[in-house]
């Protein structure tokens, strides 16, 4: 969190990386995708 407050003070900013998005219907694939562990970044489930 510190990192983060010191970026902002820079005026710098942190943005994850999304490896892969899933609809709500796909959150059984997007959990396999996950644990065969394939994502270089975050995995997001979007409602």
Known sequence: MAVARSCSSLGLLIR?????TFPLAEAAEA??????GRPFGR???TI
């Open 31 to 36: 959990l396999r995708y996950l644990v065969e």
């Open 16 to 20: 994850p990386i999304v490896a892969k």
């Open 43 to 45: 995995v997001v489930v």
